[in-house]
């Protein structure tokens, strides 16, 4: 491998030019307009339906008086997992989302414009069990158009030596060796139909502080299997990847140049064609393996997107998603299925400003199929008491790191 492009280099290389700098990421024209419509079409991306978030007659009804967004579209708003740097120069490295850690002061409103921010924040290596491994952390806030804060993210992005001793596909190379799809017994296919026809919503029927109890389980929902058509259609509807990146053919080959440069590229070794984007790892059968792994696998943020889902559905219209930190640990190939279930692992008051608010802390549990652990994650929810609801925006400063310049 060439003297200068492994991780540690890297490592130093990106903090010696871009700590501190707004991240060159997909990035939507600002300040960017949230109709009900580009709602919908996150909605449909990470498979919720709930009428809160879907609906724009059933959201004036409710406490907020309008039709708001998953709390999680945020991360669709600014996509925020740091790739800055892994483009401009041939690192031979593989990256992997790593997850998010997100908190939000307010609800996302259908008709306010938004503008956001993403600096790199840190950067430092690790050892684990598949070699060195660099973690890189990006801050970003977003805003309304009357310049109140409504959200930030601690977004983490994976980077790995790519080994020298094998070419890409080749034994000794892969980082997951799953090449078929999993197959499923009619008993899980009933079990993930069943789930689906099963899973709904609180909505109006408020949930109260008062009635959680440390212990409770909160309803699993299934998301899977993972077809390509799901891929399709995440990447097609989630607003900040959709528009900043859309394009087929020659606006496709444009802009893949255009976005991060010719190290972003790919040569498809089916067809020879040069100009494949690193975006198109995912989906492809033959360039995943440049990517270590043997079938077409998810994005990580639309996994842990989903994960918000099995929050928003049982806290109800009233409830406000206020943290939520999700881990990436393992890739959802395609065939997976992730299961989400959680569990109530603490309730309290809590006082921010002088308003005082019910709190409850829930485990969130991501399994696949095989019963693996792939999306572990940690959120605390707002509920209301009888006669009290909870007030947004929450009375509290939050800090987001400002950027000292763009990364070029």
């Known amino acids: 491998m060439a003297e200068g492009l492994m991780l540690k280099d890297m490592e130093k290389h990106i903090k010696e030019n871009y700590i501190g700098k707004e991240v060159r990421e997909m990035r939507l024209p600002e300040p960017f307009p949230l109709d009900w419509i580009r709602i919908k079409f996150y909605c449909d991306g990470i498979s919720d339906d709930n009428p809160l978030f879907t609906d724009p007659a059933y959201g004036p009804k409710t406490r907020w008086g309008c039709l708001i967004a998953p709390p999680t579209i945020i991360s669709a708003v600014r996509y925020p997992q740091p790739h800055s740097g892994c483009f401009d120069k041939p690192w031979k490295v593989l990256n992997f989302v790593g997850g998010n850690e997100l908190e939000w002061v307010d609800v996302f409103r259908a008709g306010d414009r938004y503008t956001t921010s993403l600096v790199l924040k840190d950067v430092w290596m690790k050892h684990g069990g598949k070699g060195d491994l660099l973690f890189m952390i990006a801050e970003g806030g977003v805003w309304n158009q009357h310049g109140d804060l409504i959200g930030k993210q601690d977004a983490m992005q994976i980077q790995v030596d790519m080994p020298e001793e094998a070419k890409a596909g080749e034994p000794g190379y892969m980082l997951y060796a799953k090449e078929e799809p999993y197959k499923y017994s009619q008993k899980e296919i009933e079990e993930i139909t069943t789930a ?165 802390d829930i485990r969130i549990d991501g399994l696949n199929q095989r019963g693996e652990m792939t999306t572990p994650g940690t959120t605390t929810a707002y509920l209301p008491s009888p006669g009290r609801e909870v007030t947004v925006p929450i009375p509290v400063k939050v800090d987001v790191i400002g950027s000292t310049s763009i990364i070029q």
């Open 196 to 360: 689906y026809d099963a899973e709904t919503q609180r909505g109006s029927k408020t949930l109260y502080w008062d009635e959680v109890n440390v212990g409770d389980k909160l309803p699993k929902i299934a998301r899977g299997p993972l077809t390509l058509l799901d891929q399709i259609t995440y990447r097609g509807h989630g607003l900040c990847m959709a528009i900043a990146w859309p394009g087929t053919f020659k606006i496709g080959y444009k802009i893949g140049k255009a976005q991060f440069g010719e190290y972003a590229l790919r040569t498809n070794p089916t067809t020879n064609w040069p100009y494949e984007s690193t975006e198109a790892e995912h989906n492809d059968i033959t360039l995943v393996r440049a990517r270590g792994l043997g079938l077409p696998f998810d994005y990580g943020a639309q996994r842990y997107e989903m994960a918000g889902t099995l929050i928003t559905n049982w806290m109800g219209d009233d409830g406000f998603l206020r943290r939520m930190n999700v881990q990436i640990r393992k890739p959802c190939n395609l065939g997976d299925t992730t299961w989400f279930s959680g569990e109530v692992v603490k309730k309290y008051k809590v006082t921010e400003g002088e308003v005082e608010y019910g709190a409850v």
